[in-house]
């Protein structure tokens, strides 16, 4: 049974790095069948895919977010990880990550709140 | 990036009643749509991949259709764990993009 649980801190400043992991269970994420993503709802509102991760070193970003955006993996903790800098309130939400099998996600962690105040 | 464009944005529906949700593309997509449910509190759920595909698990009551720009989610029974948020979801251009959401409500 795949399963993905995400991590970090549920509080970040105003102009600091957003810091999450996801640890995966059942799946490897250095197969190379499978995208490794993350996707964010803002509470209220819609989803909105943030980025991928490939074959371990590959990664894809949502242009409005590339700027700010590092998505990596490591393989001997079977996690994926997303950094997001230059934080604003703009930011505050939700965070999924996701496996991504021919561009659906299928498989979903339960979601982290991740809110950006001083 | 290619917008994605749901209607309609509520739907109050009943036990028992056939639901049908519409996504649009502002650019075709051939077939790489998928749907997905959400209920409040908890992540999205796959329900159809690559426009009419099912995975396993999720009941037959829920179908898709469509190609190109236009695609529909058929609810034919509304059970009452159906009452949720459903998103279409495009993956043929550079960025994946989300429709704006359809809630079904209780009538």
């Known amino acids: 049974q795949v399963q993905l649980q995400e991590s970090g801190p549920g509080l970040v400043k105003p102009s600091e790095t957003l810091s999450l992991t996801c640890n995966v269970s059942?799946?490897?994420?250095?197969?190379?069948?499978?995208?490794w993503s993350w996707i964010r709802q803002p509470p209220g509102k819609g989803l909105e895919w943030i980025g991928y991760?490939?074959?371990?070193?590959?990664?894809n970003y949502n242009p409005s977010l590339k700027s700010r955006v590092t998505i990596s993996v490591d393989t001997s903790k079977n996690q994926f990880s997303l950094k997001l800098s230059s934080v604003t309130a703009a930011d505050t939400a939700f965070y999924y990550c996701?496996?991504?099998?021919?561009?659906?996600?299928?498989?979903w962690g339960q979601g982290t709140l991740v809110t950006v105040s001083s | 990036d290619i917008q994605m464009t749901q209607s309609p944005s509520t739907l109050s529906a009943s036990v028992g009643d056939r639901v049908t949700i519409t996504c649009r593309a502002s650019?075709?997509?051939?077939?790489?749509l998928a749907w997905y449910q959400q209920i409040p509190g908890k992540a999205p759920k796959l329900l159809i991949y690559?426009?009419?595909n099912l995975p396993s698990g999720v009941p037959s009551r829920f179908s898709g259709s469509g190609s190109g720009t236009e695609f529909t989610l058929t609810i034919s029974s509304l059970q009452p764990d159906d009452f949720a948020t459903y998103y279409c979801?495009?993956?043929?251009?550079?960025?994946?993009?989300f429709g704006q959401g359809t809630n079904v409500e209780v009538k």
């Open positions: 996701a496996r991504t099998v021919a561009g659906a996600f299928g498989y």
């Open positions: 059942g799946a490897s994420v250095s197969s190379g069948s499978y995208y």
């Open positions: 991760i490939y074959y371990s070193e590959n990664t």
């Open positions: 650019h075709s997509i051939s077939n790489s």
């Open positions: 690559k426009a009419s």
């Open positions: 979801q495009q993956y043929n251009g550079y960025s994946p993009t």
